[in-house]
């Protein structure tokens, strides 16, 4: 099935900043949800994306990015529950983030480098995902996704403001320059 991409929704829209509904109905419908949001997040030169970065309230995200051995994984997670190393097994990665609807700035955030996501995928057959690298990062920042989470809510209050004059200026830049094309 062949999606259609949809507009990104961008931070401070209430969508994004509230905990997403559980995935109750595995029928045509999510289907041709998840085919738009991957034609979504391929438009929008992603690796991952999750419903509510279109609009939609509900638990599920898709990615298509490396592990750390530079392996593509790509998938559908619906109804995500994500486990994380213990602390004795933890280490973080403090690599450089980015968001598809922050789009722009980016900032570093610390995430254990290793993340396994449990959920089900489209017909509700159970999943399992085992993520390294950006992969993990990439499970970790979808399923704060459908708890309302941003990454720039992950950051000190210094970075977050500097992430979002960032986007400010980059959003007017946009703007002026649309209005002198027209």
Do not use: W
């Amino acid at each position: 099935m062949t999606g259609q991409a949809r507009p990104i929704t961008l931070v401070g829209t209430p969508v994004l900043h509230q905990p997403c509904r559980p995935v109750e109905e595995f029928d045509a419908a999510l289907a041709e949800l998840v085919a738009d949001m991957f034609a979504s997040m391929y438009e929008a030169d992603g690796v991952g994306l999750a419903a509510n970065q279109i609009g939609v309230d509900l638990r599920v995200f898709v990615y298509d990015c490396p592990d750390e051995d530079g392996v593509h994984q790509k998938g559908v997670v619906v109804n995500p529950t994500l486990e994380l190393p213990d602390l004795d097994h933890r280490h973080l990665d403090d690599s450089e983030e980015g968001c598809l609807s922050v789009p722009g700035p980016h900032a570093s955030v610390a995430r254990p480098d290793q993340a396994t996501c449990h959920g089900f995928d489209t017909t509700g057959a159970p999943v399992t995902v085992v993520g390294t690298g950006l992969l993990a990062r990439c499970l970790q920042h979808e399923t704060d996704h459908l708890n309302g989470k941003l990454y720039i809510d992950r950051i000190s209050k210094r970075a977050r403001k500097r992430v979002l004059k960032e986007l400010e200026e980059l959003m007017a830049e946009a703007a002026a320059s649309a209005s002198s094309e027209s």
